[in-house]
C-alpha cells in the first residue's frame, strides 16, 4: 500500500503515525492540484491523507469542510474524515493504540498550527513545531530543497526531541533562510500591499522573485483584515493566479472561500482557495470576485 499526503507539518505527522500502523510501501508527498491535474496518479489499493478522496482509495483521513459531505463514498472505505484542527488528530483517534502516545504532544501542535490558532509571537517569532511546520509550508518559498519532508518524518519517527530535530543540518538551512528574509519579507509585504476595508490586497504581479516568508505575517502587519488576496502571474504570464485566505486572527468574514473560487473555476477550503484567471480578463474579474469577498 502506498500512501499519498502533503509534505507540511500536518501531512508527516500523519504519514509518521500511518505507517507505525500500515504496512506502507511507499509514502509520496503531493498537492491537491497534483491529483486534480493526473500529476499524481492514485493507485487501487492507496491510502490517502489531508487530500481529497479518491475512488481507488482503500484509507482514507481528511479533516476539512469537504469531508462533511463526500457523496457515494464507498462503503468498505477504511479511515476516518470529517471537520476536526488536522488530519493528525483523525489518525491518532482511529487507530487509538498506544503505539501512538508518544506523538500526543506533536498531535496538539499539528492541530494548532493547521487550525490556524497561533498567537501573534507564534507568527512572528516562530519556535518549536511551529517554527518546523513554517519549514514545511509550501506556501514559505522553501520548496526547492527535495527530500526535506523524508527527512523530518523520520526523525519524528525515531522519537528525535523537537530541539534535535530543529538542529539537523537540513532543517537549519531552512531555518537560517527563513530568518534571513524575514525582514525583507515583511518589507515586500507592506510595500506589495494595499488595505481596502476589511480586504488586504497584495499583488505580487510585477515581482520576479520574493523572498521566503511566513503566510500569516501579513495578518500579523494588518490586524484589521479579515481576508488576503494575494495574485500572482502563472504560467509564463498567460494567467493570473487568485489566493485568498482567512485572516487566523480577525476571524469576521463568512464567506466559503472554496464555494466562491469554485465559480471561477478554482477551488479550496472555506478559509483559503484559489482560482486562475486569464490575463485578458483578469482586469475586470478581480475587482467582481474583490467585491464579492466582501460578504
Known amino acids: 500500500m502506498r500512501l499519498i499526503t502533503r509534505a507540511d507539518l500536518d501531512g508527516v505527522v500523519s504519514a509518521v503515525m500511518i505507517t507505525q500502523m500500515e504496512d506502507i510501501e511507499k509514502v509520496v508527498y503531493a498537492q491537491p492540484q497534483d491529483i486534480e491535474d493526473g500529476t499524481v496518479r492514485v493507485e487501487m489499493g492507496d491510502a490517502i491523507a489531508n487530500l481529497s478522496i479518491h475512488h481507488n482509495a482503500v484509507l482514507w483521513f481528511d479533516h476539512h469542510d469537504r469531508a462533511e459531505s463526500i457523496p457515494d463514498v464507498n462503503p468498505r472505505l477504511k479511515g476516518k474524515w470529517g471537520v476536526a484542527p488536522s488530519a493528525a488528530r483523525l489518525v491518532y ?9 508518544k506523538f500526543e504532544a506533536i498531535v496538539e501542535a499539528t492541530d494548532r498550527f493547521d487550525s490556524g490558532h497561533l498567537s501573534v509571537n507564534d507568527v512572528l517569532d516562530p519556535k518549536g513545531w ?28 525515531h522519537g528525535s526531541p523537537i530541539e534535535q530535530i530543529l538542529n539537523t543540518h537540513d532543517v537549519m538551512a531552512r531555518v537560517r533562510l527563513y530568518k534571513r528574509d524575514a525582514d525583507e519579507f515583511r518589507a515586500e509585504i507592506r510595500r506589495l500591499s494595499q488595505l481596502d476595508g476589511n480586504l488586504l490586497i497584495t499583488d505580487t504581479r510585477n515581482e520576479e522573485v520574493l523572498p521566503a516568508g511566513n503566510r500569516f505575517l501579513a495578518f ?76
Open 93 to 101: 483517534e482511529y487507530y487509538n493504540s498506544p503505539r501512538l502516545e
Open 220 to 295: 500579523a502587519m494588518f490586524p484589521d483584515a479579515a481576508l488576503q488576496v494575494v495574485l500572482t502571474h502563472h504560467s509564463a504570464k498567460e494567467k493570473v493566479r487568485l489566493r485568498v485566505a482567512k485572516s487566523i486572527f480577525n476571524r469576521t468574514s463568512q464567506v466559503h472561500l472554496g464555494r466562491l473560487m469554485a465559480e471561477y473555476g478554482g477551488g479550496g477550503l472555506d478559509g483559503a482557495a484559489g482560482c486562475l484567471l486569464e490575463t485578458h480578463d483578469a482586469d475586470n474579474k478581480i475587482p467582481e470576485i474583490i467585491e464579492r469577498l466582501r460578504g
Open 130 to 157: 511551529f517554527l518546523l511546520g513554517f519549514t514545511l509550508d509550501p506556501y514559505m518559498g522553501l520548496a526547492a530543497f527535495t527530500g526535506y519532508a523524508n527527512e523530518v518524518a523520520a526523525a519524528i519517527k
